[in-house]
């Protein structure tokens, strides 16, 4: 069975940074489609970036409004997904999720990051 | 980037009724299409691959069709525990992208 674990949400000031993690169990992170996806308070569901895995590339991609400013990143060993954030706005607001496989069939519960001074 | 347009925004149904639900793709995304239901609090719960494939233990009340870039998502019978938000997701082309959402409330 596959567990997400997400952490390192907080509050941080504008302009500030964070790193949150995905931890993972029942699945290499080094084997799997790892993306983030974040909910900003009454809003929809934002696609932020995706790691794809290492069959396939390894590369990363990201959401037109975090792109240059968020980066992801995995450590093999620890069976971890990164995501940085940096030059964070009020509008990184939400809740992140990690979510696991090409299909997203399985999430975390996700982590509060809050921007504001 | 790749629209997706979800309508309605919100429905009031009552129990046992049949809905649909449907995603319009603003390009052809072949069958790179995703549905999810979130409850309140709640993360996103994978029902729907590849349009039309159920997920492992989603109930057979829930379908997906699709006709060139109008997807959709009936639930033939609808229980308590639907009453949530769906959104569709395409994953056919980077960046990916969620619909706005449709609401499910209690009629």
């Known amino acids: 069975e596959v567990h997400l674990v997400e952490s390192g949400g907080g509050l941080v000031k504008p302009g500030g940074s964070l790193r949150l993690s995905c931890a993972a169990s029942?699945?290499?992170?080094?084997?799997?489609?790892i993306n983030w996806v974040r909910q900003a308070p009454g809003k929809g569901l934002e696609w932020v970036g995706r790691?794809?895995?290492?069959?396939?590339?390894?590369?990363?991609n990201y959401a037109t409004p975090v792109k240059g400013r968020f980066t992801i990143s995995r450590d093999d060993a620890s069976n971890t997904v990164y995501l940085t954030l940096s030059s964070l706005t009020t509008d990184d607001t939400a809740m992140y999720y990690c979510?696991?496989?090409?299909?997203?069939?399985?999430w975390g519960p996700g982590t509060q990051v809050t921007v504001s001074s | 980037d790749i629209q997706l347009t979800q309508s309605p925004s919100f429905l009031s149904a009552s129990i046992g009724d049949r809905v649909t639900l449907t995603c319009r793709a603003s390009?052809?995304?072949?069958?790179?299409l995703l549905w999810f239901q979130q409850k309140p609090g709640k993360a996103p719960k994978l029902l729907i691959f590849?349009?039309?494939t159920l997920q492992s233990g989603v109930p057979s009340r829930f379908g997906g069709s699709a006709s060139g870039t109008e997807f959709t998502l009936t639930i033939t019978s609808l229980q308590p525990e639907d009453f949530a938000t769906y959104y569709c997701?395409?994953?056919?082309?980077?960046?990916?992208?969620f619909g706005g959402g449709t609401k499910v409330d209690i009629k």
């Open positions: 390009q052809a995304i072949s069958n790179y």
């Open positions: 790691i794809e895995d290492k069959a396939d590339g390894g590369t990363s």
């Open positions: 979510s696991a496989g090409y299909w997203s069939s399985d």
């Open positions: 590849g349009a039309t």
């Open positions: 997701q395409q994953i056919k082309t980077y960046p990916l992208t």
């Open positions: 029942g699945i290499s992170v080094g084997a799997a489609y």
